[in-house]
């Protein structure tokens, strides 16, 4: 009974933790103002919505790896997949919730953009001293 | 000998341990950060000692368990400092450092003797099951403690972005350890569960070090994006 309790409490501040940790990363990226030449590669003018995600995703699979980048990208994508959940099963429901949730997924996409032009610039840099030998 | 599974993770998880404290003193935040550091060290140095009687003694002999569950308590009660560090960052300006340090050390006695309560009624199992019992508790207690934390920080409008993430990986890592020590006692049958414990242990060092090389100690962040509210 115990452990079945402490069970139940941990799980559910384990998503607590996890959905704030998420939110965190994404709020480092909150503020980053995006190159004139991620947006042309995204198609993305302005601010990004949660249809965006997976593009973006498939973008960063073709830029060389940044390793500071993947962990945070692992975890919203995680973040992402939950909210996908949410969308497709309580939220139906819960008509706030749908929103709440798709402007969450706009923000798992702003982070994906965000590091998708931290890596445009990575490359450039390398490239650059690549060509300085 | 373990498989080379869990010796890679094993590897993989101290390399990460060292390159926090590495980070940190790179980034010139040993000292400012002197707890989360000695935790790490110590867990280094755990982790040698364990490999000693794994090595001497063998995985399934009673030495090599002593030693395990027994330095396990260690590095829990060494976490336990960490977060109460950790507090007192956070309540540094109100000048609650004493009060805090007092209540940390009340409820830790209070664990121990708890734990002791429920293990002393069977004096067979005493000295086998003591340490795991008090990791257990306090793993429970650390939870409990690092979501008291997480809502002072909502409160006080806390914006430093290391403190905040830090404290959000302490409260991940302290649910999923709470979490697979019950599931361990309520699915032991399981070897699945208990070799998740390893995994889990790679997160902590981690996030904590993506943390302290990422952002500066200046790095700010505003609260509010903060909290999953839906409107």
């Known amino acids: ?133 | 000998m373990p498989g080379p599974t869990t010796l890679i993770i094993w590897c993989s998880g101290m390399a990460l341990e060292l390159a926090f404290v590495v980070c940190s003193v790179a980034r010139r935040s040993f000292l400012r950060y002197f707890y989360l550091n000695l935790y790490f060290m110590l867990v280094l140095g755990v982790e040698g000692i364990r490999y000693l009687f794994l090595t001497k003694f063998g995985q399934s002999s009673d030495a090599y368990r002593y030693a395990y569950y027994y330095t396990d308590t260690l590095l829990t009660l060494a976490l336990y400092v960490a977060l109460v560090s950790l507090y007192s960052r956070v309540f540094g300006e109100l000048k609650f450092g004493k009060y805090v340090r007092l209540t940390a050390l009340f409820l830790l006695l209070g664990t121990a003797a708890f734990s002791y309560g429920v293990i002393a009624q069977s004096t067979q199992r005493l000295v086998t099951s003591f340490a795991y019992e008090l990791s257990q508790n306090l793993y429970f207690v650390g939870l409990v403690l690092t979501y008291v934390l997480w809502g002072a920080i909502l409160k006080l409008r806390e914006t430093r972005t290391r403190l905040v993430q830090f404290v959000l990986a302490l409260g991940v890592y302290f649910s999923a350890y709470a979490a697979i020590y019950a599931l361990v006692n309520l699915a032991s049958k399981y070897s699945v569960v208990s070799s998740l414990a390893p995994i889990l242990g790679c997160l902590l060092p981690l996030s904590w070090t993506i943390t302290m090389w990422r952002h500066s100690e200046e790095s700010r962040l505003m609260p509010a994006r903060l909290v999953a509210v839906h409107r």
């Open chain 1, 1 to 133: 009974m115990m452990a079945s309790l402490i069970f139940v409490v941990s799980v559910v501040t384990l998503l607590m933790f996890f959905v704030s940790y998420c939110r965190s990363l994404m709020a480092s990226s909150a503020r980053h103002m995006l190159s004139k030449e991620v947006r042309d590669v995204t198609g993305i003018p302005a601010s990004a919505s949660g249809r965006d995600f997976l593009r973006v995703m498939q973008l960063l699979q073709l830029c060389p790896e940044r390793p500071e980048d993947r962990s945070g990208l692992q975890a919203v994508g995680a973040y992402f997949k939950i909210l996908g959940l949410v969308q497709s099963s309580v939220a139906r429901l819960v008509p706030s919730l749908q929103t709440w949730a798709e402007h969450e997924r706009a923000g798992c996409a702003t982070y994906a953009v965000v590091t998708l032009d931290r890596r445009i610039a990575f490359s450039r840099e390398v490239l650059a001293q690549q060509g300085e030998y």
